[in-house]
Structures are given as structure tokens and as C-alpha cells.
């Protein structure tokens, strides 16, 4: 599919490098704001109909390589029976501050019946992008576990994560996994069932742990989330993005069942594409502040990011 290759090919005859963004949905584009205006953030994400449509807006107009299935990463705890709502960000109404408050959550629905939106969004997806002049990549996503623990730990993964971090060695975070990983394992298959090409771990809270952290507890469980993924589903692609991190943090994943790293901004792409495009697909990683800019000074900052990237394969 057109985003795993180093250049795909336009109708024209011309090769590109694929391009897709991360949020291909939101404030900039009117076509989600106009869906927006009747339908609260649950409703769009929970209504299959709805979260097909918002996700192609983008491509339709934009012209992008991969979609990415307009949902949200929290509903596992949702599953949990931690009480989520969107007014309008995310809020929890508890926070797992104690090991007895973990193993008191239990899973209200089954994955197969709970995650039936994002197979059903998923499924109206795949013919609608099969139709496209040129190949498109649907994602699924989910959060990595750490990154979800964080919000289940503290509401956010803003500030400086003391609960969370203290949570690694009281055994929370190990608990939270026990009862975690299995369900993120069931929900990404419905969205591979469902015609998904790909499916990301993002880990946006990663960064925030120290680097032995990671090693010891992360990347654990990181790897649980693949290696069960994967024997389900071997011909799909795993993708897993780590904000903040730094190439040590991608060097310690270690694991052939992730495909594609998408590497963050503040790492320099082109050692990334040295020391981790023999083992992976690369892919990031320009700031998206800066699409803000003026057009001529954003032009001049995408040939200064492209410039020594260029040359790799």
C-alpha cells in the first residue's frame, strides 16, 4: 500500500513520497466543522456512518495517501467501566490512584460487541478508498499502554506524571496491563477485520518517561500488544509512534512485529533513517506548528527539513 513505500506512484507517472497527517480531521477543515455543528464528538465517533464520512473528507479534498479511521484512543477504558465524556476534551470520572481501584475494573461489553463501531466504520471505509485513482492505506489506531495508563493514572498525560511513574513500582501499572493488553489486542482485530491496512500504537506520554523506564516497563508491554496482534493478523502492518522520544527509546523496542516508525519531530530524521531504516519503514516527522506559517517562509522550511533527506532510499 502506497504509504510503506520509500515512493509510490502518481497517475501521472511521477514518484512522491506518500504524505498523510496525523490528525487529517479537525479545526482547519470545514468539512469536519460543518458534520461538527449536530453531532457531539461521541456521537461521531461511535456512529459508523459518521466517522466514515468524516474520515474521507480529507481525502477527497487533500489528496492524502493513508487515512486514518476518525475515532479516539481512550475508549478502552471506556470498556473498562471508567466513565469517559467529551466536554469537550476527554474527562474520567476516576482516576486509578490505588492497586484496589485497578482490580476492581472490569470489562462491561465484550471487545466483538463493544469495538463493532470502528469494524463497521472500517468496513464502509474500504470500498469508498478502493475506488480512489491511486492505492490509500487505512489506519487503525489504539493507544500504547503506558499512554493510556497515564490518562487512567491521571486524567491527562500533562504535568509532571508523579502518580503514573510512582504507579511502575506499587505494581498499578502492571495490573493495568494484565487487564489492558488483552482488550487492545481483540480491539485492533476488529479494525483489521474490518478492512484496516495498518494499525498505530501512539504513545504520546512516552517521552515523559526516563529511557531505563521504558526499557523496563514500556516496552514490554509494548511488545505484548505486537507479538499478539501479529498472530492474528501477520500481513498487516504495525506502526508505533512515541512523542518525545528519542532514538535510544526506538532502538530499545527490539521487536520484528513492528513495521513503521513514525519518528518525532525533535529527532533528526535523517540519522533515524540510518540507524532504523534497515529494520523498519521511517516515517515523519515536520513540525506541524509550522504548517501555520506563511506560505513562502513554510516553503523555505520544508526544503531546509527535506534537504538531508533527500538522498536515502
Not at 485497578?102 to 468496513?123: D, G, H, M, P, R
Not at 485513482?133 to 486524567?155: K, Q, S
Request: glycine share 8%.
Amino acid at each position: 500500500m502506497g504509504l510503506f513505500n520509500n515512493r509510490v506512484t502518481s497517475p501521472n507517472g511521477k514518484t512522491q513520497v506518500p504524505v498523510w497527517f496525523m490528525r487529517q480531521a479537525g479545526r482547519y477543515h470545514a468539512h469536519y466543522q460543518n458534520i461538527k455543528k449536530d453531532s457531539d464528538f461521541m456521537t461521531m465517533c461511535k456512529d459508523p456512518k459518521l466517522a466514515c464520512e468524516i474520515t474521507m473528507g480529507p481525502l477527497d479534498e487533500f489528496g492524502f495517501d493513508a487515512a486514518i479511521l476518525f475515532s479516539d484512543l481512550l475508549f478502552p477504558l471506556q470498556q473498562l467501566g471508567m466513565d469517559l465524556v467529551y466536554a469537550p476534551g476527554p474527562k474520567l470520572g476516576q482516576t486509578l490512584d490505588s492497586k484496589q481501584l485497578i482490580q476492581e475494573l472490569k470489562v462491561t461489553t465484550e471487545s466483538k460487541q463493544f469495538y463493532n463501531f470502528q469494524k463497521e466504520a472500517c468496513q464502509l471505509l474500504r470500498p469508498r478508498l478502493d475506488q480512489k485513482e491511486t492505492a490509500i492505506t487505512l489506519l487503525g489506531f489504539t493507544g500504547a499502554p503506558f499512554t493510556l495508563y497515564t490518562y487512567a493514572t491521571e486524567g491527562s498525560h500533562a504535568g509532571g506524571l508523579i502518580s503514573s511513574k510512582q504507579g511502575l513500582y506499587d505494581g498499578r501499572f502492571l495490573d493495568f496491563c494484565e487487564k489492558l493488553i488483552p482488550l487492545t489486542i481483540e480491539q485492533l482485530s476488529l479494525q483489521a477485520e474490518g478492512g484496516a491496512d495498518a494499525v498505530c500504537l501512539f504513545d504520546t506520554a512516552a517521552g515523559e518517561m526516563a529511557l531505563n523506564e521504558y526499557k523496563k516497563f514500556a516496552v514490554p508491554a509494548i511488545q505484548k500488544v505486537v507479538s499478539g496482534f501479529k498472530k492474528l493478523h501477520p500481513d498487516k502492518k504495525v506502526i508505533y509512534y512515541a512523542k518525545m522520544a528519542h532514538l535510544e527509546y526506538y532502538h530499545a523496542l527490539e521487536t520484528r512485529d513492528i513495521d513503521v516508525l513514525g519518528i518525532d519531530w525533535r529527532c533528526n530524521l535523517g540519522q533515524a533513517l540510518t540507524e532504523l531504516g534497515p529494520d523498519y519503514y521511517v516515517q515523519g516527522n515536520f513540525d506541524p506548528s509550522l504548517l501555520h506559517l506563511p506560505w513562502q517562509q513554510l516553503e523555505e522550511r520544508l526544503k531546509e527539513f527535506w534537504a538531508p533527506i533527500s538522498g536515502h532510499p
